[in-house]
C-alpha cells in the first residue's frame, strides 16, 4: 500500500491497494459518525441497447445476500447497530454506502468487501426483484409527468451517446434482462480496479486503514472494463418534443448541450445557472414568477461532473391556462439579453458568492462532504475539486457573456413540453 | 430543534448553531439564554465551517388557526415584505450574500431557518429581526 500525498485545501488522503482499490479519507471530527461508500465505475452509461436498467438492477440485486449474509440480512444488520444505509445508480456510477457511529463503521466495511467479491445475485430472488423495479419504474417515472417529460427530452436530445437511455432502464428492457445479465456484468464491473471508497467523518486512519487492507486486499484485480467510446455528434438545428399526459400543469424545458469538467468553460456555466436562476432575485424567477406570474417556478442546471458532456438545461413549471410558447419568449428574451449585454459586476459578484456559499454549506454533513469527493474522482480526480473556488473567481463578465453565446444555441438545443391532458396515460 | 420548543419559549425562540468555540466531544451543548423582551436563545457552538445556521421558532404554528390554513399562510409570507424591506429587497440581500433563506409552518410553530456565512452574520440578524 502506497501513500500518494495529501491535498492542503481538502485534506484528503489517497491510498491504492496492490488490487488496485483507491481508498480516500477525509477526517472530520465534529460527530462521532463515519460515513463508508463504495463507488463502482459502472451505470446506465455502460449499457447496451436492449440491456438498459442493468446496473441499476444490479444494484437492487447485491442487496440479496452472500455466502455469509442472508437475503435482505445486510440493511438489517446495519439498522440493528444503528446505522442507515442505501445504494444508487446514476448513468456514470453506482454507489453503496452506509452512515454509522465510529465505533460500529467495521461492520459496514467488511459486508461491502463481502459483497464485492461474493455477491450471490440469487435466483430465486430474480423475478420477484424485476417485479419492484418495474413498480419504481412506474411510481417515478410514469407517474411523474415532469420525469417523464425529463425522459423522453434526453432521448431526443442524444442521437448516439448513452446518456440518451434512462439510468431505470425502459420497461422492455428491463422485462427481458436475464440472472446471467446481471452476473456478466458484476464480474466485469465489480472489481477493486474499477471502484474507490471513500470515508469521512470520525475515524482514526490508523486504526481504519488495516482494516481495510484485510478486508479488501485478498479480493483479486478483475480484467480492464471496456471503456465507453460513444460521443455525440454535434446537433445542427433545434428539436422539439411534446408528451401529452395527463397532468395539472404545463412545464417547458430547454436542453442545450454542454462540455463537462474537461472544458475551463465549465466554471462560467456554473455561474450562468446562478445569473440566470439562483434565488427569488436572479432575472428569471423575478420576470417570469414575480412580475408576469406565468410559472409558478423556474430553475436553470448545469453538472460539469459527469464523464462525457452533459447539459445546460432551463425550466419551468407554468401557472394553470399559461401558454409554453410565451414562457418560451420570455426564457429567450433573458438570455439573448445575456448575450447581448454585459452583466453587472455587482450580479456577477452576487453569482460568485452564492456558489461559493453553497460550496461551504455542502460541507456541513460528512456525507455530503463524502459525496462531493467521490463525485469528483468518478470524474477525473477528486484534485480537481481543489480548483473549483478558484475557477469561480476566475470568471468575468465577459466569460459570462461568451459562454452564453456559445452554449445557449438554439440550433443545438432540445425543447420538451409537457401538455398536461385529463386522459388517464 | 422543534421538540424541545412547547416546553421553553414564551413565544419566540431562537437557535442558533455557529462556529466560535472548539468542541471537545460530539454533544450539542446548547446555551440558553433569555433577552429582556423574553426571546429564548438557545446557541450551540462548532468550528469546523465558517458558516451559522439560524431557526426562528415563532409560537403561530397551526394548532393557533382561527381559520384553517392562515397560520401556514401567515408564515409562508413573511419572506415577502416587511415594514421595512419589500419581497425583491429581502431575495436580493439573501442572494447577494448567497444565504439560503425559508420560512414553513408546523403543527406547534412557524419558522424561519436561515443559513449564511459567519461574516455576513450581522446582516442575517438584521434580516430575521424585521420578521
Known sequence: MIAVEVSRATAVQEFVLDNGLKVLLLEDHKSPAVTFQVWYRVGSRNEKDGKSGLSHFLEHMMFKGTPSIKPEEYSRIIAKNGGRSNAFTTSDVTVYFATMSRDKIGIELEMEADRMANALLGDTYFEPEKKVIQEERRLRTDDKPVAALDEVTSAVAYTVHPYRRPVIGWMDDIQNLSRQDLVDHYKLYYAPNNAFIVIAGDFSMEEILPKIKAAFEKIPRGPEPPKVRAEEPPQRGERRVFLKKEAELPFVMMFYHAPNLKSPDNFALDLLTVVLAGGRSSPLYHDLVYQKRLARSVDANYSSVSMDPGGFSITAQLMPGKEPAEVEREIDTLADKIKSELISERDLQKAKNQVESSFIFAQDSIFGQAMKIGSYEANGGWRQMDQYIDGIRRVTREDIQRVAREYLDRDRRTVGVLIPTKDKT | ?131
Open chain 2, 1 to 131: 430543534m422543534t421538540k424541545f420548543f412547547p416546553r421553553v419559549v414564551t413565544s419566540v425562540c431562537v437557535v442558533i448553531l455557529a462556529a466560535w468555540a472548539p468542541l471537545l466531544d460530539a454533544a450539542l451543548a446548547p446555551k440558553r439564554s433569555v433577552l429582556d423582551n423574553g426571546l429564548v436563545l438557545l446557541t450551540s457552538q462548532q468550528r469546523s465551517l465558517p458558516m451559522v445556521s439560524i431557526e426562528l421558532l415563532i409560537e403561530a404554528g397551526s394548532r393557533y388557526d382561527n381559520e384553517e390554513g392562515v397560520a401556514n399562510l401567515v408564515a409562508r409570507l413573511l419572506t415577502y415584505g416587511t415594514k421595512r424591506r419589500s419581497a425583491p429587497q429581502i431575495s436580493d440581500t439573501v442572494d447577494f450574500i448567497g444565504a439560503s433563506l425559508s420560512a414553513s409552518c408546523g403543527e406547534d410553530a412557524a419558522s424561519v431557518s436561515l443559513t449564511i456565512l459567519k461574516k455576513d452574520l450581522a446582516t442575517g440578524l438584521d434580516l430575521l429581526a424585521d420578521f
